[in-house]
């Protein structure tokens, strides 16, 4: 088991350079190189303008808006407190944020194809390397003298991997945009005072996606067998056997790890269950 509390850390603007904006991130947790589980979870920061092109990844993304909102392509933007799925091989954007600051979840990890995740060392490896042949601009890179640049996550995982970069057949067409003001809560007829909101499983992995509130006194077990386990407080405070956790407190969980959180306050967590491949 790992815990952070994410308001204690301070934010980090060494990462995600390849793109066009001001971005900084605190690092919550990540996986190993080489995993086809590879992941991470990260807090990510804008304060003004964002752009990327339209482009997809060979890898699968959550965005969960924790402040302001994010565009994803035109006409289409996630507000406060909306979850997004972007699925492996499925195309979106061009994404251009102008001055709204914002605070997002951001999860990327291997996808069901099993083709992993490039690390944020090694993409910030890749493009330092590539800064001396080229530059980077618009989310895309383009070598000197060259007329034409492509897009630069593309290139950097190239350059890292020394092969093509290949992606899988997309199993939706789009990324997933969901509204959890919407759904209705669920009580846990198991657990007094614990109620759920399940927004979806998605592919046959499968990935899940629940909110889950809790009364103050209520207790909530966490873990499941064969899966890794994200957990993000976006409201409340409460304690577990070695301690305590509270608003932006992150906990991961991996296999045979269990834990019981009681909350000492009226709390919501939003959970993240991946199975491993």
Request: proline share 6%; with cysteine.
């Amino acid at each position: 088991m790992q815990m952070v509390h994410a308001a204690d850390m301070a934010w980090s603007e060494k990462e995600e350079r390849h793109r066009e904006g001001g971005l900084a991130f605190k690092n919550l947790f990540r996986g190993e190189n080489g995993d086809p589980d590879n992941f991470r979870l990260v807090l990510s920061r804008n304060g003004g303008e964002y752009q990327s092109p339209h482009h997809r990844h060979n890898f699968d993304q959550i965005r969960y808006c924790v402040s302001g909102p994010a565009n994803i392509a035109p006409g289409k933007t996630l507000e406060e407190g909306d979850i997004g799925y972007f699925p492996e091989g499925a195309f979106y954007g061009p994404q251009h944020d102008e001055g709204r600051a914002r605070v997002t979840l951001v999860m990327q990890f291997g996808g069901t194809s099993g083709l992993g995740f490039m690390s944020s060392d090694q993409m910030r490896r890749g493009l330092e390397e590539l800064e001396a042949t080229g530059r980077f601009a618009g989310g895309q890179y383009r070598r000197h003298g060259e007329a034409e640049g492509r897009d630069s996550y593309e290139a950097i995982w190239e350059h890292v991997f020394q092969r093509p970069i290949t992606y899988p057949p997309a199993r939706y067409t789009d990324p997933l945009l969901m509204r959890p003001a919407a759904f209705s809560w669920r009580p846990d007829d198991a657990r007094p005072g614990v109620r759920h909101k399940k927004l979806g499983a998605f592919t046959e992995r499968p990935l899940t996606l629940e909110f889950v509130a809790l009364d103050p006194g209520a207790a909530f077990d966490l873990g499941e067998a064969g899966a890794m386990v994200l957990a993000f407080v976006i409201s409340g405070d409460g304690r577990f056997a070695q301690g305590e956790w509270k608003t932006h407190t992150a906990i991961r969980l991996d296999g045979a790890d269990r834990l019981t959180l009681t909350a000492a306050s009226s709390a919501e967590l939003l959970l993240i269950t991946v199975p491993r491949l």
